[in-house]
């Protein structure tokens, strides 16, 4: 169906449709809009079922419809999100402990209240093309503010979680009376289910800039409440002369946005955003240095894993950082390296060889030779089998012969590269 179908039987029953939120921020930031979100006024569920037979009800607690809606992009029709217009009140704590009312009477100007920022506030009329705005949501989009739109902000604590979310996304500094409607959250915040939490993450991750997610919820002091593995880097001094930028925490953020800058795989980012955790536990009488820290991260990690589940491929790949990122740029024994390559493919499937080098390369300011090839000779290695073995070995012995084999292609390419 394409938009002005279902624009024309939706004005034809009565009602008015609208664009809602990220896609027409984007629109007025000259950006390419990401997928429509729609919002019907002026219908109730029962009319517009009758109008699109073939929409699904997936809203529980309010009326939300799936419909097939091409988007005039060339790329075809899909199931796009139709809501009702709804207001809120607040009924319990967290994110659903909300009544949610959605008829007919209810206008676009209330359903728009009900959001989080300003800039997520603006709808379009597609009868018209007019813009909605009445909360100066594309006077903060031309400023580079976020903003909240109400003191509403607060009624869903994760809220904040996504402003600095989208403060990440946007590059946009928040107003002081977002900083404060976030502080406000820190209650309730505590007691969201840690799934909700680490949405947010793997969102913030996928910006260009995710050390700005956490640098908004520290300034709102919920950085220790909702990620205290991060919080706990901070104040942790390092050798000035290794690290000029300052503390563990800053180092990590620094760390974690030059990944970003090179690959978009999230879970690179995140081994990227634990290589450090160790230095959260170093006592204060051993800093500036941080010995042991490796060992130490892995049982940060683990205990991160504890109160909040992580998605297993994060901490294979993050692990796999964490107890190498050290050790790495420091071999120059040709069976260390070998052994290290082998290590790198067996977890190539969480974490690309090629990602592997970003991050170490970016920790250490560049990478050594070995691993600039290292693709090179993990493929050499790669192509010794068991079964090129000589007939007459059997057993373990196969195995073993793969094994100087392999060290012997290491060996031979390191010939020609190291120093």
Known sequence: MLEAEF??????????????????????????????????????????????????????????????????????????????????????????GFSAEADRFITIEEDLYRRDLTVNSIAMDLHSGRIVDLYGGRADIEAGVLRPVSERFGEDPVRALRAARFAAKLGYRPAPELISAMDKCRRELREEPGERI???????????????????????????????????????????????????????????????????????????LCHDLGKGATPVEMLPHHYGHEAKGLEVLAGWNRRVTLPSVWLKAARFIISQHMRAPRLSKPPKICELLLMMKAVEAELPVGDTKIIIGADNRGLPPYLEHAEEIIAAMGRISGSDAPRNLTGRKIGDWVKRQQLEACRQILENIMP
């Open 198 to 272: 680490l949405g947010e993450l793997k969102k913030a991750l996928a910006t260009d800039r995710p050390s700005l997610f956490f640098r908004l919820l520290h300034s709102a002091g919920l950085l220790e409440d909702t990620f205290p593995e991060i919080h706990a880097l901070i104040g942790k001094t390092q050798p000035e002369a290794y690290h000029p930028e300052g503390d563990a925490f800053e180092h990590v953020m620094l760390i974690v946005d030059q990944v970003a800058g090179q690959t978009k795989n999230v879970t690179a980012r995140f081994a990227a």
């Open 7 to 96: 624009v024309a039987r939706v004005k034809e029953a009565g009602g008015n449709a609208f664009v809602v939120g990220g896609w027409v921020r984007d629109f007025l930031r000259g950006e390419k809009p990401e997928d429509k979100d729609y919002v019907v006024t002026g219908l109730d569920v029962e009319r517009f079922r009758r109008i699109f037979p073939e929409g699904i009800l997936i809203g529980r607690s309010f009326p939300v419809f799936l419909l097939p809606i091409d988007a005039a992009d060339g790329r075809g029709s899909r199931q796009c999100e139709v809501a009702m217009a709804r207001r809120e009140s607040k009924s319990g704590s967290g994110y659903r």
